[in-house]
DNA sequence: GACTATAGTGCAATCGATTGCATTTCGCAC
DNA sequence: GTGCGAAATGCAATCGATTGCACTATAGTC
């Protein structure tokens, strides 16, 4: 396999100036159709391949699109949480699609605030997607100019004045509890920590199917977990240990449902006969799972593509609105 | 957040050349320790931070590596398949811990081969992290210098000429069948299709295992499936209903063992009462799965964290060896 | 045949940082 | 006060491509 050639090399086997070369290289209509054939052939003759630098250099623009996944660890994430996973292979995807590249950067705590700037700064990438504004609404609203460039996802925060995209966490909450609740379900255990926006959204949800329902959701029957689930299991099981009633679970995330499944039935309790369990997100493994888990599909894969394709059109300085996208109920057999 | 500074305008504010500046910003000896205080306040205080094309451009390097993961259609693989993404986040971690950026591409099939090259040749990545070598080890050895700076994951090949960094997948497949051997069964499914490297030295492994245990494996206890496992559930309920007899299964990735979990179960066969199964790679789920799932760890956020170690040194000049990762049998319920 | 658009090319500056070499500054010895 | 070596700093070329502008063929017009 040859070592890189320049331009100029190209140009001079070509017997033209590298302006020429680089504009049939462009497609430009300023050269002549046969003088670019000729160049094309020499260049794939010689396996020329541009330096990215260099013309990211002088074109000011990378072709690139940063996503940037801010772990916060107190909420126990980590980066191999699948419902992450399942975003980075969407974005990754859809970016491929658009003949970007993808950088993907997982700051540390420590590194949180710095990495987005450096990597729009530096020209790294042209532009932003940031999964996820727990915690720092009042940073990316100081992004100023740069939220030009930078789509988030997360919950829709009414005070964002950047891009957000989301799923319609208020209705998935409503969709999964009205469904507990048409089946005869009464006392629905909530779990999740409503300290994160999007959780906090969909445990709105879970009380407007209540209320809709005539009935009133009892604030005991909250379990503040963060998406790790680490503690979960035991977690449950002690409230289990309490005597604390309860024959439905509403879990923020599918990672959280699976878990509180697993601990009921070490419990004894049956899934779905004793509780109904319904997670959030519809990661791959809701599916094949025994009892298969009843979750809200929040349509990962679409919601990656919507990032990847807003972003493009911010960067082509097209106007663009925040957008939530509808999510879905997916019935299976753990309610 | 102010626009971007340029290195000459930060010289200006200095009092100092360019040439000074970048000295500083370097912490380069040959700068007074004072001076380089000043520059470095000045920059911050502008909020200066360097054009990354133009440094890569003079320095010939780009600080990121370059991900890849080509898909084999064939095979069922998505971008979704727990393993990759898992891969993905165990690489990425190690990439920012390095100082390195990180570009994942997944190359569509009609781009195979090309995607490789463009990252390297275009001095995108430095170096290349490529996951699986499934049909493609002609392609690789042919590289030649190009391979000097790529770092495979995959079975272990004779014939590679590259650097291929893997667990033992032999040992794996022993361990796995040795365990439902020892555990009293007798007939073992091959759930894994041995045209890929890595699932034929699986197979390898478990025909060991027999021989060591004086038993032959019968050749009719081979489910060919790809990784996907889309046809998985059917094919093994096609295989329940054929009558042929089998107590256990060793399935060459988790999620495959988890789709034969789920379709035995609907078969109304009890696991592990009626068959063990044993999965490969240990995936988040398997553990939080019920039955939680035996499998056979191969350590995916080590080898990520070791084959983004040898990339950076390979980078360095230093000559690196190809490397097998032990594997570790993870005893679960399912057996 | 001279003249003017127009299509094609080439020239040279430029993007922003790095680095070999030349130059200045400084400290110190005589 | 001069000289000298070492320590700091500046000058200018360079990395590889893009692009505004100047220039030269070419075709078409009268």
């Known amino acids: 396999m040859a070592k890189r050639i320049t331009m100029a090399e190209l140009a001079r086997a070509a017997n033209v100036d590298t302006s020429t070369v680089s504009r ?22 010689l396996g020329y391949v541009i330096h ?17 996944i801010p772990l916060v660890p107190e909420s126990g994430q980590t980066i191999s949480d699948p419902f992450f996973l399942e975003m980075v292979g969407a974005v990754a995807h859809a970016a491929s699609q658009e003949g970007y ?12 605030d710095g990495a987005e700037q450096r990597l729009l700064q530096t020209g790294r990438a042209d532009g932003l ?4 504004q727990a915690g720092r609404t009042e940073f990316l609203n100081k992004l100023g100019k740069l939220a030009e460039r930078v ?10 004045n950047y891009t957000v995209v989301g799923s319609d966490n208020v209705r998935g909450g409503e969709l ?50 963060g998406f790790g689930g680490k503690s979960t299991f035991t977690d449950l099981q002690r409230v289990l240990d309490s005597g604390l009633e ?14 509180a499944i697993h601990s009921l039935q070490a419990y004894g309790k049956h899934v779905p006969g004793d509780v109904s369990v319904v997670g959030y997100d519809n990661i791959g493994q809701a599916s ?19 990032m990847v394709e807003l972003l493009l059109r911010k960067l082509a300085g097209t106007d663009v609105r925040s957008r939530t996208n509808s999510t879905e109920l997916v019935i299976r057999d753990s309610t």
Chains 1, 2 share one sequence.
């Open 24 to 45: 049939a290289l462009n497609d430009s209509s300023l050269v002549k159709e046969e003088t670019k054939r000729h160049i094309l052939n020499i260049a794939s003759d």
């Open 288 to 306: 094949i799972m025994t009892p298969a888990l009843t979750t809200i599909d929040q349509h990962i894969a679409d919601g990656g593509r919507i």
């Open 129 to 132: 997607i940031i999964i996820g």
């Open 176 to 225: 999964a509890v009205e469904h507990l609740l048409n089946r005869g379900r009464e006392r629905v255990l909530f779990v999740g920590d409503s300290a994160l926006p999007e959780v906090q959204l969909r445990y709105e949800g879970l009380k407007k199917a209540h209320r809709v329902a005539g009935l009133e959701h009892d604030a005991d029957l909250i379990l503040p977990e």
């Open 52 to 68: 990215a630098s260099a013309r990211n250099l002088r074109r000011q623009s990378s072709e690139t699109i940063g996503l940037v």
């Open 151 to 160: 789509v988030v996802w997360g919950g829709s925060v009414p005070e964002a």
């Open 101 to 112: 590249d993808l950088i993907v950067n997982v700051p540390s705590a420590e590194q949180q």
């Open 246 to 259: 309860f024959d439905a679970v509403f879990a923020a995330s599918d990672v959280l449902a699976i878990t």
